[in-house]
């Protein structure tokens, strides 16, 4: 048993592959998070967002170029089946 909370899982001599029982005994939180409109979320500015040159839309974009339906409904696939 790991009765010290203040002791690492190396103090414990863990190593890889080890499989560690949890057995939670605190206060019910369960549903604490299926509230989602309790959560803040993060938010950036539609300037913001197209300077960066990472985003899914510039991806969608140049996928679309060398394939006109991608991911449009009923399109055909990007990729082909093997």
Not at 6 to 33: A, R
Not at 55 to 66: G, I, L, N, P, S
């Amino acid at each position: 048993m790991m009765l010290d909370d203040n002791k690492t899982l190396h103090e414990y001599q863990c190593q890889d592959n080890y499989t560690i029982h949890v057995n939670y005994s605190g206060p019910n939180t369960l549903g604490e998070f299926e509230d989602v409109s309790k959560v803040e979320k993060y938010t950036i500015s539609e300037e913001d967002y197209n300077k960066r040159d990472d985003t899914f839309r510039k991806f969608k974009a140049e996928m679309q170029k060398h394939n006109p339906n991608f991911m449009k409904p009923n399109g055909d696939s990007a990729y082909e089946d093997f």
